[in-house]
């Protein structure tokens, strides 16, 4: 039997009921999912036998234990110690991705930049292949002497990292989601108005699955009329995301969606039920 320690919850960072529908999904599977759970100490027997010991004083036994904590970043020998920069540290930058000290100010007069996993803004593959190429045309702007369009979207900020960050995880069911979660968005100052929708209502889902379930939010800033995250939780819905990152990230108004989204296929249902949930 396979056990799941979650000292965080599952899912922590998306839509509450996204981790809800995975745990869900791991239980109906036979695993066994401890939500809040936090390991003390690990021991492994001569016999071969994992021993976990939990801070509550409960103990689980296993085969084998696979952790997932966290990374860190690869800049233990790099020279940052040189440049006044801690060694084995995250690297702060700006929008532009200029490497920042613990002071807020440009390392230098700003000629470090850091793309990638190693500045910690989105550890996502898409995400630091789309900050090297900002870094890219910022870096030959500057040096051309040609104007930093810096402002929001401007082509020579990561703005996607803070706004509209599109991921997929592959569980069963798949969870895809872009933009921020509805507390993310709230904690931001937005003023926003959900609206869920479940995804069995929808005609195409039957002829995907037999008792298909699924379930879809859209989180809408009210004072500007468009949406700011999207996420979706269901068999297969990683196809219905790149809909919702081009309309997150082209930040396109409501009453334009009306006019876009056609009645079918099933791909545009779900926007056009979504759409008729939140009304004109």
Do not use: C
Request: proline letters at 4%; charged letters at 25%.
């Amino acid at each position: 039997m396979v056990t799941v320690l979650a000292r965080d919850g599952m899912l922590p960072l998306a839509e509450p009921f996204a981790g809800e529908r995975v745990t869900k999904s791991l239980q109906e599977a036979g695993v066994s999912v401890r939500l809040g759970a936090e390991a003390a100490s690990v021991n492994r027997d001569d016999d071969g036998t994992v021993r976990v010991m939990l801070t509550d004083g409960e103990q689980v036994e296993a085969d084998e234990l696979l952790v997932a904590i966290g990374r860190t970043p690869n800049t233990q020998d790099i020279g940052l110690d040189r440049i006044g920069l801690k060694p084995g540290a995250w690297l702060t930058v700006d929008d532009t991705l200029r490497v920042v000290g613990e002071d807020g100010a440009l390392v230098g007069d700003g000629w470090l930049y850091a793309a990638g996993d190693v500045n910690h803004r989105v550890l996502l593959t898409h995400q630091g292949k789309y900050q090297a190429r900002a870094v890219g045309d910022v870096i030959v702007a500057r040096a051309k002497g040609e104007a930093v369009e810096d402002g929001r979207w401007g082509r020579h900020v990561a703005a996607a990292d803070e706004r509209a960050v599109p991921q997929v995880v592959f569980t069963d069911p798949e969870v895809a989601s872009v933009g921020l979660t509805a507390a993310a968005a709230e904690a931001t100052g937005l003023r926003i108005r959900v609206v869920d929708y479940d995804l069995a209502a929808v005609a195409g889902s039957a002829l995907h699955a037999e008792g298909y379930q699924g379930h879809a939010r859209m989180v809408v800033d009210e004072d500007r009329k468009v949406i700011v995250g999207f996420t979706l939780v269901g068999p297969d819905v990683a196809e219905l995301l790149h809909a919702a990152t081009i309309a997150v990230v082209g930040e396109v108004p409501l009453d334009r969606l009306w006019h876009a989204v056609p009645a079918f296929p099933t791909v545009s249902e779900v926007w056009l039920r979504l759409l008729e949930a939140y009304g004109r």
